[in-house]
């Protein structure tokens, strides 16, 4: 049974699908939860795809159904009335926050700065703050608490803004007791995530893949996800003659199994905020070879000891650093052997501690 008289947590979120970030929400709303906060749910999108707990209010359902200016104002009206209703302890908003006017309608009048908690979860500080540096201040210099998803974020918004108000806690990692059965082939390297390339830059993923001399020895590399650029991505693996040691295989919400059978996963995003790809890797026992973007790879990566740390846009290196991790079996066997134990610091136990250090 929970705490009685246990404080109220409103986790707001653009939606529990499809993302990173998004599955990061969820399992804050269940770390809160499993730890007797009375946990609530607001989601913009209609999309809920990823586990959560607590109370759910699912603002999609009324997009879904009214999408035009009066829509969306009736929208906010019913967001009001729900936090004035529960009167929060804390807001936690997780959403991507683009458009002066709206987000000072929502900072000032629809939240309560001092009980809000915003949180940036990517290195592209713009999809969360105004880059304006007098608007951002405007918007969040009075909130409770800005927290970044690595510490490389929460510098960077401190330079910027001079902020006084920043931290960071890091997304958590639940280690599965029961590991979702392996695929039978293991001759394998893997990408899981989003089809983007402005963002997840795949194409040099699969330049440096053909570069390496991973296809000679008969090692594929599979692509889990979906996006808009996958058809971009097929053109270029037929291009490089690569149709027979490509795979793409769709979404996948449940990426683990296809995670712990490869030899290794590999993350090439031109930035990130603290990619759940690498912590899901590790924490099921597969090396992960990283581009050293910002931010969170080298955070998360000991160079050569859990996995390798390679330069960002160096086809070359990276082609270098994949033919090493798979020919160097002493070094592919001393960063499979540390992964799990490597990420022990980002265990829900970990991590829900420094959300009770700021909530309580």
């Known amino acids: 049974m929970l705490k009685a008289n246990k404080k109220k947590i409103c986790i707001v979120v653009s939606s529990l699908g499809k993302g990173g970030a998004e599955r990061s929400s969820g399992l804050l709303s269940q770390m809160l939860y499993n730890n007797g906060y009375d946990v609530h749910v607001v989601s913009v999108l209609n999309d809920i795809e990823f586990p959560f707990k607590g109370e759910l209010l699912n603002l999609g359902e009324f997009k879904d159904l009214n999408d035009t200016s009066y829509g969306r104002w009736q929208r906010l009206r019913i967001l009001k009335a729900y936090l004035k209703t529960h009167n929060f302890d804390y807001i936690i908003d997780n959403r991507t926050r683009i458009g002066f006017v709206k987000e000072y309608l929502i900072s000032q009048f629809i939240f309560n700065p001092k009980k809000t908690i915003y949180c940036i979860r990517s290195y592209k500080t713009a999809n969360y703050i105004n880059p304006n540096r007098f608007f951002g201040r405007l918007l969040y210099a009075n909130a409770y608490k800005i927290v970044g998803v690595s510490k490389a974020i929460a510098e960077h918004v401190k330079t910027v803004y001079k902020f006084k108000n920043v931290t960071s806690i890091y997304n958590p990692i639940i280690f599965e007791e029961h ?5 039978k082939q293991k001759n ?3 990408f899981f995530g989003r089809l983007d390339d402005e963002v997840k830059n795949i194409s040099l993923l699969i330049e440096a893949y053909s570069k390496s001399e991973l296809p000679k020895h008969h090692v594929n590399l599979k692509i889990l996800g979906e996006g808009k650029d996958l058809e971009k991505l097929k053109n270029q693996v037929e291009t490089l003659k690569l149709d027979s040691n490509v795979e793409f295989l769709g979404y996948n919400p ?16 031109r930035y990130e905020g603290f990619p759940r790809s690498i912590l899901e890797s590790l924490a099921l026992g597969t090396p992960v070879i990283s581009v050293d973007c910002k931010s969170g790879p080298d955070e998360i990566i000991n160079h050569e000891f859990n996995g390798m740390l390679v330069e960002n846009h160096n086809p070359e290196a990276l082609a270098k650093a994949m033919t090493k991790l798979f ?7 001393q960063c499979k052997q540390n992964s799990k134990a490597s990420v022990a610091q980002f265990s829900e136990v970990e991590i829900v501690k420094q959300w009770q250090s700021i909530l309580n």
């Open 179 to 183: 590991c979702t059965k392996s695929e």
């Open 188 to 190: 394998y390297i893997l």
């Open 254 to 269: 449940n990426p683990s199994g296809f995670v712990k059978s490869a030899l290794f996963t590999v993350l090439t995003s």
């Open 327 to 333: 020919v160097d079996k002493d070094l592919y066997l």
